[in-house]
């Protein structure tokens, strides 16, 4: 009886766990989260003997603070702004003097990984901002640098002083006209446009489907293009962002934006995955090796088909942690993350070196059997297909 109810129900029994457990999961990330900026404040003002609540919008985690001296008098300001960087959202302090000068700052939350964010302090990134006024515009690429290879940490940063700045300014009685951002559109993305439209007439014109080496020639220019050179691979966490309202700004983060909903909008519209096989990065890598290697194991047996759920397994626990933590960075861990950065902890170069090993014998097996992105993927495809089945089942077709 078991046997044949898990025959006939087992597949929808398991789509509504996943889904109640993904509901469920937001709604304690959700509840439990609850911001504590107070504990960081003496490490831009380890004088202060105690820190005053002047003013916040909670709601934006925007906090500004007294700090005050053993006597009570004031000595400084301290702003907690929120902005977001690769993977998520970062807590960013600011110590201001009484006139509104920066003295000094810390990110002590952040959720971007160390290949990333370890490069702000390399490159000397937060001594641009000692010194400046409130009144300076701090604007990213116009008045601040950002570190090549960590934009959007750079941007995260950028946006969390330039928030604090807001409610300072609001309490020095001149408040800080904001100015409209500007729209960074560069030859990043229109390399990405430009792969796009390509890969499209590839899969879609009949004439240029049957010449094979063009898919070998656009993963190549997807290695050289969105690994060696941008670092910018479609992960998981470029995806994740989005429903669980960490998402940046569309002017200073065109790229993503194009990356995510391009890909999205390409497969809801026409039924097909323009990225996986044919842009990405990492299974230019893998086909490569699996030429070297000679090996020829595709998932086509019915055991190798069943295994190809492993993605669905690993892509439903990550959702389902990054929303209880509320940290996308936990949404960082596929290898090319570190093989396109080369920085890496241990583990992440021992998955990279195990990926990469397998893959001389087994094709793209990372894309076939682990690729949480490919798993996304395949599910807006399902839910594409079965869509249409239900508009054609009740319009009569």
């Not at 601040?144 to 309490?171: F, Y």
């Not at 940046?248 to 996986?276: D, E, H, R, T």
């Not at 861990?333 to 902890?345: A, D, R, Y």
């Amino acid at each position: 009886m078991q046997s044949s109810f898990w025959k006939l129900h087992g597949k929808k029994a398991l789509i509504i766990f996943a889904i109640l457990t993904v509901v469920i999961a937001g709604v304690i990330g959700k509840v439990s989260a609850s911001p504590d900026v107070e504990q960081y404040l003496s490490k831009v003002v380890p004088e202060a003997a105690s820190f005053k609540k002047l003013a916040d919008r909670a709601s934006d985690d925007l906090y500004l603070f007294g700090a005050l001296d053993s006597d009570g008098n004031q000595i400084a300001f301290v702003t907690s702004g929120k902005g977001l960087g690769y993977a998520g959202p970062m807590t960013v302090v600011v110590a201001w003097s009484n006139d509104g000068i920066i003295l000094a700052m810390d990110v002590p939350q952040t959720n971007d990984t160390p290949a990333w964010y370890g490069r702000l302090a390399a490159n000397d990134y937060f001594s641009q901002f000692i010194g400046r006024s409130y009144q300076d515009p701090l604007q990213l690429n116009e008045d601040i640098n950002a570190v090549s290879g960590a934009t959007r940490s750079s941007t995260g940063v950028d946006t969390g002083v330039r928030e604090g700045r807001l409610i300072l300014s609001e309490q020095l009685g001149n408040p800080y006209p904001v100015p409209p951002e500007p729209i960074n559109f560069g030859l990043a993305e229109v390399f990405f446009i430009a792969g796009i439209l390509a890969v499209f007439a590839l899969r879609m014109i009949p004439s240029l489907r049957k010449i094979h080496v063009l898919r070998y020639l656009s993963l190549l220019v997807g290695l050289a293009v969105f690994g060696i050179w941008l670092s910018v691979p479609l992960s998981l966490v470029n995806f994740i962002v989005f429903p669980t309202g960490f998402a940046p700004s569309w002017q200073s983060n065109m790229l993503l934006y194009l990356m995510v909903f391009g890909i999205i909008g390409a497969a809801l519209a026409f039924g097909k995955n323009l990225w996986c096989f044919w842009m990405c990065p990492f299974s230019a890598i893998q086909e490569g090796l699996n030429f070297i290697g000679g090996g020829r194991t595709r998932p086509i047996t019915r055991t190798q088909l069943v295994m190809r759920n492993t993605r669905y397994v690993i892509l439903w626990l990550i959702v389902v942690l990054v929303l209880v933590f509320q940290s996308p960075s936990l949404a960082v861990f596929e290898p090319w993350n570190t093989i396109f950065s080369l920085k890496g902890v241990l583990d992440q170069w021992l998955l990279v070196i195990a990926t990469l090993g397998v893959s001389l014998f087994i094709h793209d097996f990372w894309c076939h059997y682990l690729c949480p992105v490919g798993a996304t993927m395949d599910i807006i495809l399902k839910i594409r297909k079965s869509t249409i089945g239900l508009v054609n089942k009740f319009s009569g077709k």
